[in-house]
């Protein structure tokens, strides 16, 4: 099993940066597909970005592609996202995923259901 912790959310202004950071613990995360979903108030869970197990290839959803930027270092057991040009519409609980996978396997999950374990999340929030 995994134990996901998420951090480097916080409060920013429109056009500001962040940083999420998404620490592993328990299991090498180099066996696993990750993912980073957000949550608004209201509305559904949705992926923003996922990474394969390699780091190989990346997805972004339509509304933030040349704004994130996803990657993962799993030396250090860790996956990142930086945030830039954020926008008030970006606004949410950010949380981080993880789905075992094979070694082979270069799929990019992007549904929450096809993740294994997820951490607590990390509030962002956008102010105009």
């Known amino acids: 099993q995994v134990q996901l912790v998420e951090s480097g959310g916080g409060l920013v202004q429109a056009g500001g940066s962040l940083r999420l950071s998404c620490a592993a613990s328990?299991?090498?995360?180099?066996?696993?597909?990750m993912g980073w979903f957000r949550q608004a108030p209201g509305k559904e869970r949705e992926c923003v970005s996922a990474i394969t197990l390699s780091g190989g290839r990346t997805y972004y959803r339509d509304s933030v592609k040349g704004r994130l930027i996803i990657s993962r270092d799993n030396g250090k057991n860790t996956m990142y996202l930086q945030m830039n040009s954020l926008k008030p519409e970006d606004t949410a609980v950010y949380y981080c995923?993880?789905?075992?996978?094979?070694?082979?396997?270069?799929?990019?999950?992007?549904?929450?259901?096809?993740?294994?374990?997820w951490g607590q999340g990390t509030q962002v929030t956008v102010s105009s």
């Open positions: 328990g299991r090498t995360v180099s066996s696993y597909a």
């Open positions: 995923a993880a789905k075992k996978v094979a070694n082979w396997d270069r799929t990019l999950y992007t549904r929450d259901s096809g993740y294994d374990y």
